[in-house]
């Protein structure tokens, strides 16, 4: 697996690094610290990037596979952004149908799990930020800078 922080550009105010194509995902590998869980093709970019005000992952599920449990979150909702392939979400129960383009918000009681229903990988990205903190929309937290933009 490549060391995304040494491969990454950082500046005053920005990091980025590059992840490789969608399916090259399954390079990575979360577990956690006691190595009860491992999830292959799943990275946290909150190490990476430096992140400070959610918890984002880039995840690829492999064909026709699921996760092999039910989680649910004491502060956190999640928005799941599917953006390939094709599968299914349950939440408390009742299973959602999802591909590339559907979006679904979770509240942190919800029980959920998921599945791949195809032969091909299940792409999606799942943000996390603590529920009810929303402050206001981007619009107004914006600030325009004078100057022409140039490339």
């Known amino acids: 697996m490549t060391n995304l922080k040494s491969?990454?550009?950082?500046?005053?105010?920005?990091?980025?690094?590059?992840?490789?194509?969608?399916?090259?995902?399954?390079?990575?590998?979360?577990?956690?610290?006691?190595?009860?869980?491992?999830?292959?093709?799943?990275i946290f970019l909150n190490p990476i990037l430096d992140l400070t005000g959610a918890e984002i992952s880039i995840n690829r599920l492999g064909a026709n596979d699921s996760m092999p449990f039910y989680h649910?979150?004491?502060?956190n909702e999640e928005v799941y952004i599917f953006i390939g392939g094709r599968g299914e979400i349950q939440i408390d129960g009742e299973i959602i149908e999802?591909?590339?383009g559907t979006v679904v918000r979770i509240a942190p009681d919800a029980v959920r799990s998921w599945r791949n229903c195809s032969d091909q990988p299940l792409f999606y990205?799942?943000?996390?930020?603590?529920a009810n903190q929303y402050q206001g929309d981007t619009i107004s937290d914006g600030i325009l800078v004078d100057g022409e933009v140039k490339w």
């Not at 649910?72 to 502060?75: Q, Y």
């Not at 990205?125 to 603590?130: F, K, S, T, W």
């Open 125 to 130: 990205i799942v943000v996390q930020v603590p």
């Open 98 to 100: 999802v591909s590339e």
């Open 7 to 42: 491969n990454s550009q950082t500046g005053t105010h920005f990091s980025a690094t590059y992840l490789g194509r969608l399916d090259d995902l399954k390079q990575y590998t979360f577990a956690t610290d006691d190595g009860a869980l491992s999830i292959e093709g799943k």
């Open 72 to 75: 649910k979150h004491k502060d």
